[in-house]
């Protein structure tokens, strides 16, 4: 019997308008239906937004601590269901499970930090220019806040933004990839189970083209957030500006790993393998391009081809499996698309290049890990975004020239530097023009806590993740309170010798 589920909004699970649905199946045997899923529309966007209204209305005058404490039994919640959503998760987007394992675990992290952040939600008090007069800054939440989420990290994304907008007092509609889902219904289910009021979360399933458009394009929606690649991150810009939302756009990235002539190369080959082919190589931070010194360009080159053409592929429900399917068929489309620009370009291919032959991959969306080498920095392989299995390799003889390589592309998401060389670490991390910069370690595994986002088409300049997010999801408010009992004005009167 195939489940058909619904839409969260006004305080229950309705189906969509449209009274259309799409199938999700799991990438890793198309012949494995989950369920079915809304395809809503318009309307469904409509109500949703009417109901978050009225979530904003109740839950804005919540004080932060208690917001705080819903969000600590969601955490809670979640550590109970870790194993049960991460088996979902692989189930729906392919992923091996230990890496499902952390994503859920991602926002357990978050929603303790939000808990924590109920407490602090600091402003600023600082002293007026004039005598009896006090100044001060403090937040304030802003309104129905509309999130947008891509399939990779189907717990961690939306929970990064999730639960700051909360915790800051707003009322969010969540659109979530078509592609996953059910992550997103199991956790508005652990949201309600916490005690959030109803009203306060909407879930609205559907494309980007109808859900996504109609959320963006609301004029009741003055908040929106947006992980997802680089072309529809401007389109979604595009209409905010017209608009004058809020807007946070995380992007695509082309993320390099430096290895020096110094490194330690056992080191450096458990890195890229980890990088490169972790979660199929579909994470905007993975390592799809790695610049290797020449000095150890060819030694290191032969031990990665090696250690990568070992790589099990596999249901990743699967004790041993190592690197899962791609997500869709298009992405795999996208994949051998980009092998055929690799070979066209005369670069090496040193290994992959195809679809696994094994017959018991033969229903999933699989490819091999796949390497180039002998691309140039100019080499649409080493400038665009693949979003899969892919791994690109430059050889560079300098670490100026490796600090060039790394910065002439339009994306500026994470980078790697591997040295023993404590100068050049310090180097890289000023030099290397990335959101986030890794030493000794590979482009990937932020942490809950700290900011998360990049540079150039990556990002707006916004953050995710740690004490910055906060900022976004509320408003700055000033008041000065003169209890001097005269007109006192700033800027005039403001001469005082003392006397
Ligand atoms: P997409 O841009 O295809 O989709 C992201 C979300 O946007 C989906 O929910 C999608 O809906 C929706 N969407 C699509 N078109 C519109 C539109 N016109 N208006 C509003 N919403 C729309 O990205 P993917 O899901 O394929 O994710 C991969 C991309 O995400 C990569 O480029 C990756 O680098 C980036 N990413 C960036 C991260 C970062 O923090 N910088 C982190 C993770 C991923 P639908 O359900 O129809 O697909």
Known sequence: MTTTFRNFIAGRWIRPSTGAYHENRNPANIRDLIGRFPDSGPEDVEAAVRSAETGFRIWSRVPAPARGDVLRRVGDLLSERKEMIARAMTRE????????????????????????????????????????????????????????????????IPTWKMFPALLCGNAVILKPSEDVPHTAHLLVEALLDAGLPPEVIQLVHGSGSKVGKALIEHPAVPVISFTGST??????????????????????????????????????????????????????????????????????????????????????????????????????????????????????????????????????????????????????????????????????????????????????????LYTRDTNLAFRAMQELDNGITYVNAPTIGAEAHLPFGGVKQTGNGHREGGWEVYEFYSETKVCYVDYSGVLQRAQIDNVDNGG
């Open 93 to 156: 987007m392919g992923k091996v499970l230990t890496e499902t394992r952390g994503d859920v675990q991602e926002g357990i992290d978050t929603a303790y930090y939000a808990a924590s952040e109920g407490r602090r939600l600091f402003g600023h008090t600082v002293p007026s220019e004039l005598r009896s007069k006090w100044a001060m800054s403090f937040r304030r939440p802003i309104g129905v806040v509309g999130l947008i989420t891509p399939f990779n990290f189907p717990m961690a």
């Open 231 to 416: 072309a529809t991150g401007a389109v979604i810009g595009e209409t905010c500006g017209r608009m004058h939302k809020r807007l946070s756009l995380e992007m695509g990235g082309k993320n390099a790993m430096i290895v020096m002539d110094d490194a330690d190369l056992d080191l450096a080959l458990d890195g890229v393998l980890w990088g490169a082919f972790g979660t199929t190589g579909q994470r905007c931070t993975a390592t799809s391009r790695l610049l290797l010194h020449r000095k150890i360009h060819d030694r290191f080159l032969r031990r990665l081809e090696d250690a990568a053409g070992k790589l099990h592929l596999g249901d990743g429900r699967k004790d041993g499996t190592e690197v899962g399917p791609l997500i869709h068929e298009e992405a795999r489309d996208k994949v051998e698309r980009y092998v055929g620009i690799g070979r066209e370009e005369g670069l090496e291919l040193v290994t992959g290049g195809s679809r696994p032959r094994s017959p018991k991959l033969r229903n999933g969306w699989f490819y091999r890990p796949t390497i180039f080498a002998g691309a140039r920095p100019g080499s649409r392989l080493a400038r665009e975004e693949i979003f899969g299995p892919v791994l690109t390799v430059l050889r560079f003889s300098g670490f100026e020239e490796a600090v060039r390589i790394n910065n002439g592309v339009p994306y500026g998401l994470s980078s790697a």
